[in-house]
């Protein structure tokens, strides 16, 4: 005699759309996002202040070019003595002041150029944000692609009472889906129909005695509202 003992499997759930997210959230590394915006922030530090000693010497050879004096004797003498570098003359001076020019236009540039990505430091995080997201983002679509059905059916349905019935709850209703169903038509964000079926429920009421003695029957389905037609 055989018996066959072990453990039931547990029923696999399905999970989530947001679940499915949430995963998907907390396998994403912030690390090397926070990074990039501290590393952009010490960049434009570090500019800033060669910026602002770039400017200290652009002064102070401004200055020596307005003073217009040949390097004398005595100073070079001097230098000479102690070792120093010689006073420079004014060609050496007008050299370095455009240097200097072009070192600040350049730093400026870069500065600017950091302080524009760092307006928007988390763009890379919110690429991966945005794919992690993708299961719920899918999942709104289906609803709105599911809405907008209900939307059509319920249109079809009260366009085809209106025919038999005379009540204001229906007119308005009515009207309320009709701009409903010319919205969604405009989007480029779902899928709609041309023409839309009729309760089943409602068209079984074709054949009693009231409709039959009108000559009035319901039709299978009922064409996109125009919005001249929703004028009550």
Not at 83 to 91: E, N, S, V, Y
Not at 104 to 118: K, M, T
């Amino acid at each position: 005699m055989s018996v066959f003992t072990g453990i039931k499997a547990e029923p696999e759930v399905d999970r989530s759309p947001i679940d499915l997210a949430r995963v998907a959230l907390e396998a994403i590394d912030v690390t090397p996002h926070v990074e990039r915006r501290d590393s952009l922030k010490r960049s434009i530090d570090a500019k800033k202040a060669a910026l602002e000693r770039a400017q200290e010497r652009l002064q102070s050879v401004n200055e020596r070019i307005r003073d217009k004096r040949e390097p004398d004797g005595v100073s070079i003498a001097l230098a000479l003595m102690e070792g120093a570098d010689l006073p420079p003359p004014p060609t050496a001076l007008e050299e370095e002041k455009e240097q200097l020019l072009l070192g600040i236009r350049e730093l400026n540039r870069q500065v600017n150029d950091a302080h524009l990505l760092l307006r928007r430091p988390w763009d890379g995080l919110k690429k991966e944000i945005t794919e992690a997201m993708a299961p719920v983002v899918h999942d709104i679509e289906l609803q709105a692609q599911e809405i907008t059905e209900s939307i059509e059916l319920l249109y079809a349905k009260t366009e085809a009472l209106r025919r038999i019935v005379q009540t204001g709850p229906i007119d308005g209703v009515w009207q309320l889906m009709g701009e409903l169903v010319i919205a969604t038509r405009e989007s480029r964000y779902v899928n709609s129909r041309v023409r839309f079926p009729v309760d089943p429920e409602i068209l079984a009421l074709n054949p009693l005695e009231p409709f039959k003695a009108m000559q009035a029957r319901i039709p299978d389905e009922i064409d996109t509202p125009n919005p001249s037609w929703l004028r009550l």
